[in-house]
């Protein structure tokens, strides 16, 4: 059978998987990215791809492309990563070529990881024929990505979908992009710990010790026993998301939202808030027609897409 | 040749025109609306209709179809007008069926009139040829249209666009669509008005005197001659402009944002603080790459578009 061999790395590891041209998923796994260089990542995606080609061979698959979900903005032939907060690299990285001088001798698509997540959940996830839909990874930082009709919605110049850097509260808090009050700074993970800690340290109370390993997922445990801060960080987290939602909804009209990432396991403490938002700031028209749901797939989506993405791609040649 | 009848109404004008195919607008004409009564437009823009079907016989111009321009949400099959605050209709109204009950006999197009304005601009005014193009109508309210490759983008049931409705300042002013800190709440001409009537009733001086038939137009006069409020005010709308143009930028990546509606002859006195916000809250990978202009088309802009969409939907059957 085809298969595409497929890779989503971030700050903290790569994932990689054999994903058929049926959407089968053959062989998933997980190392660490171990470096925050560039040229290093590369190093490890190449002799990552060049494994899975092996293993692929072994199995009498016919890896016919290998596919990429980066984290930052790309250029608009798909090659290059301009910015990534997570990477030390002042200018732009051309990982295509990065790739081909190390010998990778398949067809090469990278795309952006938040984009690569919103077709998995399009193909085999939450939003399986949506005609317009919306994702949000929801982890330390917020991604974004909109599919139309099966296709990732670029924009004039392949960097459209940032859902993350919509500004929610002008007077908000500095966010990683350089704005003020995005939703990202207001409603990540990141977020949840930032407003948790400073909520104690302003004499607030919580049966939740700080210390510096905790994390949006404790809070959140705290928060369904019962604990009466951490619910009310997550209510307002869910206020924040809702409103960028409500506006996203009026902008776009989607059929289907789906919430991923890291903070999707909490979309219980986040809904009620959230949908008072909704309820509230969008067109009713709107609001009855779409439906807000968690990702289905984990941190596999990633994976999923960017082989379909690559699939989509040869079939359109 | 072959031409459109094309209708844009609104609360205060029905603007008509005939466009040919090739985009000449051969006439172009204005009447009051007359009424808040669906029923009673309707009437008006059936009798516009067919005298511009006899005009156009006249001129041995071949009139293949009508077009029509119109406020509100517009159901997915493009029949129904489901909410207008202009207009008394507490449920929606189906102005398909009832400009077929009127004896219109030739294809109807119905279309929101901010996305035929931003089909317009793309086809004949400031956005020819951009691969993804938002226009924003700034007048008593504010309007959205996108354009992508050509094509509307109407979301999945047909009412995306609603630009003018996303939330710039949750604690914002009360918007008509029910929403707080809307864009239109606080950028509209409504809003300049408002603003500068608070203005002057808290004690602040103007060399303008607040009358009730003051307009955004007379206070960006006075802001032209110097008036330190007037221009304070425009300065404000144009932060909450650029604030909400940001959002829009990381979201749809587009090459060139139209500003088009009464306000737009106002564009120098939002531009610089505007601009400061682009500059300060979006990807400056996407900010660098995006024309953000004055709309040419004026009032026209409705009509061409309209005409375009009727022309692009007869030869797509």
Known sequence: VNVVISLDYGGTAIKEGIVSERGKLLCFGQTPTGSTKFSQVANKLAARIKALQELAKERKNNAVACAIGSPGLISYDRKIIYTSPNFESRGDFNLYKALRARKVNLPIFIENDANVAALGEYWKGAGKGARCLILLTLGT????????????????????????????????????????????????????????????????????????????????????????????????????????????????????????????????????????????????????????????????????????????????V
Not at 255 to 278: C, H, K, N, Q, Y
Not at 281 to 296: G, N, Q
């Open 141 to 316: 930082g917020i991604g974004g990505g909109v599919v139309v009709d099966g296709k990732l919605w670029l924009g004039a110049h392949g960097m459209g979908g940032e859902l993350g850097h919509v500004t929610v509260d002008p007077r908000g808090a500095k966010c990683g992009c350089g704005n003020y009050g995005c939703l990202e700074a207001l409603a990540s993970a990141t977020a949840v710990v930032r407003e948790f800690k400073k909520a104690i340290k302003s004499g607030e109370e919580s049966g939740l010790a700080v210390s510096s390993e905790i994390g949006a997922k404790e809070i959140a445990e705290a928060a369904r026993k019962g604990d009466v801060l951490a619910k009310e960080i997550f209510s307002k987290s869910g206020t924040y998301l809702g409103i960028a939602l409500a506006s996203m909804i009026n902008e776009f009209d989607p059929d289907v939202i789906v919430l991923g990432g890291g903070m999707s396991p909490a979309f219980d403490l986040l809904e009620s808030s959230m949908t008072r938002e909704l309820n509230r700031r969008a067109f009713s028209k709107m609001v009855e027609k779409v439906k807000v749901i968690p990702a289905k797939l984990g941190n596999k989506a990633g994976i999923y897409g960017a082989a379909f993405l690559a699939f989509q791609k040869l079939s359109e």
